[in-house]
């Protein structure tokens, strides 16, 4: 059965430094979104992305991230200068087009900010 | 920004037994939603979700029920076995023409089931 990957699992990372979390969707998918969970909070929506542009971001989603899908299967999250607030695990997601709702997450990345 | 709201952090049930995980949500633009279940150092797993047009959907031993009046939502496992341990989100999307289809979490309930 397809399923989203992502890498790194598990990131470490000094305040300061630029960070890229990668993840690839599941093929036939036109739609692409990162959330975050910080620990012992809920999953929050970060970025929306389709047609090769964002839809939609959240407040948390400032101009310190990016995304790109900067081929046919990849689709990338960066973070310029993370901070110790930034620390959390990294879920990217697809859905299929059409009215289909349903997003499929991958496994995440953890990343820590030291 | 509480339009997602598990109660419940946590529920206990034995093996062979029903298990009541409940959700409520205060969004009236909501017309689809979704249950996931998390394993630790897991992504969420898609689960049942059922849209706003209904008020039941079945797969299994997993139940949803809808009461859009009361905004309320709860997925009903029967029976619980112990593999179904783990922390259930409840997660809510506006429609599709509308914001891209991002979801909305609620704090999530662990569960677990003792054999």
């Known amino acids: 059965e397809p399923e989203v990957t992502q890498t790194p699992s598990h990131q470490v990372t000094q305040m300061g430094q630029e960070v890229i979390l990668r993840c690839v969707p599941i093929?036939?998918?036109?739609?692409f979104y990162w959330y975050r969970q910080i620990l012992g909070q809920k999953v929050e929506f970060l970025v929306s992305?389709?047609?090769?542009?964002?839809?939609?971001k959240s407040e948390i989603f400032d101009d310190q991230f990016s995304v790109e899908r900067p081929d046919g299967s990849n689709f990338t999250l960066k973070i310029r200068s993370t901070k110790l607030e930034d620390s959390a695990m990294y879920f990217c997601?697809?859905?299929?087009?059409?009215?289909?709702?349903?997003?499929?997450f991958g496994p995440g990345t953890r990343l820590t900010v030291t | 920004d509480q339009q997602v709201k598990q109660n419940s952090p946590s529920l206990s049930v034995q093996e062979g037994r029903i298990s009541i995980l409940n959700c409520d949500y205060t969004?009236?633009?909501?017309?689809?939603f979704l249950w996931y279940k998390k394993y630790p150092a897991e992504g969420p797993t898609f689960l049942i979700s059922?849209?706003?047009?209904?008020d039941k959907n079945e797969d299994g031993r997993f139940t949803v029920f809808l009461n859009k009046s009361a905004k309320h939502l709860s997925l009903h496992i029967v029976p619980s076995q112990p593999g179904d341990s783990a922390v259930y989100f409840c997660?809510?999307?506006?429609?599709?023409?509308?914001?891209?289809?991002?979801?909305?979490f609620g704090q999530g309930t662990e569960l677990s089931v003792k054999p």
């Open positions: 969004n009236s633009m909501f017309d689809y």
């Open positions: 997601a697809s859905r299929r087009t059409g009215l289909a709702y349903e997003q499929y």
């Open positions: 992305f389709y047609n090769n542009e964002i839809s939609e």
């Open positions: 059922i849209s706003s047009i209904k």
């Open positions: 997660a809510a999307s506006a429609p599709l023409y509308n914001q891209g289809g991002k979801l909305i």
């Open positions: 093929s036939n998918h036109l739609y």
